[in-house]
């Protein structure tokens, strides 16, 4: 393959899906984007950089709840537009929910399961409201 | 949470990414998308079903190669607009260049690293060109 192995930014507006996954218990944390300059400082600094699509702009994960992602490995999918990365994902939880993963919640054919255990009380870190 | 927890075809073009894992193994074996009528689909069969962008139509995964997957769980994230989805792989690859997963290459300092082994060779599934 000669082609340089780098995401293909150029596919969706500028942009990547990001498959983030916990390094050593293979769960799925969340899915987030990154452009360009997300990626190249999530290379440099070895933190997880995304950008956030709501706030357009770059997205420092943990940057508010100190739990950052230290980024152990990047895998690119067949067609370089998915990203898969494996993070050391610091306090334990990725969710702004409080959950180790967003995806906290099951859909069953008996309604919606909670999956996951809540590591912290939104309010005690993104503060009151 | 009063709101029913279903998929939220509004953000996105009708479509929600969807994060496929392998039952057992955790291994993340790529990343598709559903429309409601996939979504439905997949739900009253069992087997994934996805739409594809570039055919613009449903993607009964597995139709030609005959690797379907049967999906064990179903999850979504906190903001309802991302899918994980556990499934059993039939044919022990999800990817079409014929690895276990489409992330079969690691972005590395020392350049790109093939982390998957081969299980079948596209040419035989997919026929000669």
Chains 1, 2 share one sequence.
């Not at 192995?5 to 390094?23: M, N, R, S, Y």
């Not at 999530?42 to 770059?58: E, F, K, P």
């Not at 990365?85 to 099951?106: K, L, M």
Request: proline share 5%.
């Amino acid at each position: 393959m000669s082609e340089p192995l780098e995401p293909d930014f150029d596919k969706c507006d500028g942009l990547v899906p990001v498959i983030v996954q916990e390094t050593g218990t293979g769960l799925v944390l969340m899915m987030a984007y990154m452009n360009q300059q997300a990626y190249d400082e999530t290379r440099t600094t070895g933190r997880a950089v995304y950008y956030s699509r709501s706030r357009q702009s770059l997205w420092r994960k943990g940057e508010t709840s100190g739990n950052v992602q230290l980024v152990k490995r990047i895998a690119i999918d067949c067609d370089r537009d998915t990203l898969l990365i494996e993070v050391d994902q610091q306090g334990g939880a990725a969710c702004h929910e409080g959950y180790p993963s967003c995806f906290f919640r099951e859909i069953t054919p008996d309604g919606p399961k909670i999956v996951g255990e809540r590591v912290f009380d939104p309010r005690d870190v993104y503060g009151k409201q």
